[in-house]
């Protein structure tokens, strides 16, 4: 299916820095719970991610990730989800997250 610029442009997708992660044990399927953090206009959201196959949350502490921050919210569980963290599956499913290749100001929007 072929989009319009101006439906791409709808789509917010910004970088942020995580600043704490936890295992998330309440969810159904496999999951760490991200506080990401992106600057000043943003603040600070929350996402769940389901990203256990190829990640620790203590290691994801500092890292910066890529994130649509203008879906509504979204409850998983008893935790409220607050942007969509992007990944992509390799080929044993597991999610490989999308960030930038060196480091850029918190909340610069994806072009």
């Known amino acids: 299916m072929t989009i319009s610029f101006d439906d791409f442009q709808k789509v917010d997708i910004r970088v942020g820095r995580v ?3 936890e295992a998330f044990p309440e969810a159904r399927k496999p999951a760490i719970k991200l506080w990401i953090d992106f600057g000043a206009e943003l603040g600070e959201k ?13 290691a994801l502490v500092g890292r910066q990730v ?5 879906f509504p919210p979204r409850q998983i569980g008893p935790f409220m989800s607050e942007v969509l963290v992007l990944g992509t599956a390799d080929d044993a499913g597991h999610i490989s997250l999308v960030a930038p290749d060196h480091p850029v100001p918190l909340g610069a929007r994806l072009h």
């Open 19 to 21: 600043t704490r992660a």
């Open 66 to 70: 890529m994130a649509v921050v203008n």
């Open 46 to 58: 929350k996402s769940s991610a389901q990203i256990t196959g190829l990640y620790d949350a203590a």
